[in-house]
């Protein structure tokens, strides 16, 4: 069983920045991907970025040049740095790992709200 925790999250004003972060634990022998993803009220929950074992890291368009992520193997932890952030990145941030056998685990997601 993998649990993954999200602490983080929380209330920042329009072009701040926050970093959330999403550290998993239990039997992980190996991953495919960790990365996250995003539910905004009324819609549709959405992949926000991804880091690969093996590949390259991928980001939806409308964070790209703001949002990086960044994983840390030996912690089995992502990260997610946010900057220049606005009103539309309001969401539940979910943490999400994929195992090899393309089995999702998902957090229970951290409220990240942006003022404007």
């Known amino acids: 069983q993998v649990t993954l925790v999200e602490p983080g999250g929380g209330l920042v004003q329009a072009g701040g920045s926050l970093r959330v972060s999403c550290v998993a634990s239990?039997?992980?022998?190996?991953?495919?991907?960790m990365g996250w993803y995003r539910q905004a009220p009324g819609k549709q929950r959405e992949l926000v970025a991804s880091?690969?074992?093996?590949?390259?890291?991928n980001y939806a368009d409308s964070v790209k040049g703001r949002f990086t992520i960044s994983r840390d193997n030996a912690k089995n932890t992502v990260y997610l740095q946010m900057n220049s952030l606005k009103p539309e990145d309001t969401a539940v941030y979910y943490c999400?790992?994929?195992?090899?056998?393309?089995?999702?685990?998902w957090g229970k997601g951290t409220l990240v709200t942006v003022s404007s």
């Open positions: 999400n790992l994929v195992d090899p056998y393309n089995k999702p685990y």
């Open positions: 880091v690969p074992t093996v590949g390259r890291n």
């Open positions: 239990g039997y992980i022998s190996r991953v495919k991907s």
